[in-house]
DNA sequence: AGGTTAACGCGAGCAACTTCGCGTTAATCG
DNA sequence: CGATTAACGCGAAGTTGCTCGCGTTAACCT
């Protein structure tokens, strides 16, 4: 009982990163070949050289192996910044396109939407992470209220929601290509959408909008 | 050989039609209680009361039965024709939030997109059924267009998926409730962005847009 | 440097899912 | 009405996926 290390430590450093990463890069890479379908325990063992039972001690399955990747997917994207909201949209779905012509990326998020499906913490793991996101380039949304060149009680949330929206029934439900034509007419939508006050705060709930 | 049924006939009437039902109903309630992620083929056994092996005989897994109840699912929703866009768009807004307020049916969607992320031949089927939806209800927008509501070369089916897409985005991503609000600011939406032109035919393509 | 103990490698063992062969039931047709 | 044969019921066998116990490696601390 003289030492500080004592029960329980976690030991995050050397070893247990290097797996880590080794692990991750091979999903990624067998995302790319064949996707989630093919995805098989024993396929990423084999791949990144570390033993399949260690694999399902630490992540339980596949859906924990793509869940954690998704975390560690760095967003790649940044946040425009170009003056205007519909420059500023177009510039991100145009960027939104471009990350998903990445099939593995493609992949990844089929993963884990299906996923999501069978395991709970799967899609609380997934609705925090669009969440996020939606907070951080809600940002825009705000910048431009604050200019002025959007009704003052438009909700970045939605706008944003409605900006990814379409690439993922892309993605997910008619299963096409996400193309630069697609990556247009969303961006010009929203931007017309936004015009018109179709995304309100409190559309459902009555009253105490903010008067800062 | 004097016969006329001779060899491999199938054998559509009576008891496999019942089955077949008994069968599907089960899929579904089963799929209330718990979703997809709860729906073992042994639980449907039981439920239905047709033994587990012709389960497999028939369907080959789980995949294969919300895929056939997918198909047997009937449009409940109604093509709307008030005489203008913007209120067809907004009944059918409501009818889609309305159909997807039974979780049965939320669930069934969830099965076949995941299931679709798996199996190829249930990617197919989730396209080609979504692919016909649009088609059916572009209608809508194929009778604006006749009277001169929105821009002649205006694509229907670009239509109906921009104003599926955020009950998809709510149902998979976001994985929430969705709630009439959803509907209108949906609703609203798609009219704004129809009349400013953002579901034109033709973005990617050049030229020969139909002289007619 | 040396001790302690997470984290990993390894193979066997367990459990769940899936399939197979055969006998039985009930559609379909002469 | 009687014959034929899909489709189904039944239990057992086969396969796959996952877990467990134990020995080894290499971080972390003094």
Redo the contacts between chains.
């Keep these: 009982m003289t030492t500080a290390q004592a029960s329980g430590e976690t030991r995050p450093g050397g070893r247990t990163a290097r797996t880590r990463q080794a692990v991750l890069a091979a999903v990624f890479e067998e995302l790319g070949e064949g996707?989630?379908?093919a995805l098989t325990m024993e396929k990423i063992a084999q791949r990144s050289g570390i033993h399949l039972a260690t694999l399902y001690r630490r992540w339980r399955g596949v859906e924990g192996l793509v869940c954690d990747l998704l975390t560690g997917l760095s967003a790649d994207v940044p946040l425009p910044d170009t003056g205007t909201l519909p420059e500023d949209l177009r510039v991100l779905s145009r960027a939104i396109a471009v990350f998903y012509r990445d099939d593995r990326r493609r992949s990844l998020i089929?993963?884990v939407?299906?996923a999501?499906?069978?395991?709970?913490q799967a899609?609380t793991l997934?609705?925090t992470f669009?969440?996020e996101r939606s907070e951080l380039y809600g940002r825009l949304v705000t910048r431009a209220v604050e200019r002025g060149e959007v009704p003052a009680d438009t909700d970045p949330e939605?706008v944003m929601?409605?900006l990814?929206?379409?690439f993922?029934?892309?993605l997910?439900?008619?299963?096409?290509a996400v193309?630069?034509?697609l990556a247009?007419?969303?961006a010009?939508?929203?931007?017309?959408?936004v015009?018109?006050?179709?995304?309100?705060k409190a559309?459902?709930a009555d009253g105490t909008h903010d008067g800062r």
């Design positions: 996707g989630f379908a089929e993963a939407v299906s999501a499906v069978r395991d709970p899609a997934l609705r669009f969440a939605q929601a409605a990814g929206a379409p993922y029934y892309r997910l439900i008619a299963r096409g193309d630069p034509a247009e007419s969303t010009t939508a929203v931007w017309a959408a015009r018109a006050g179709a995304y309100k559309d459902t």
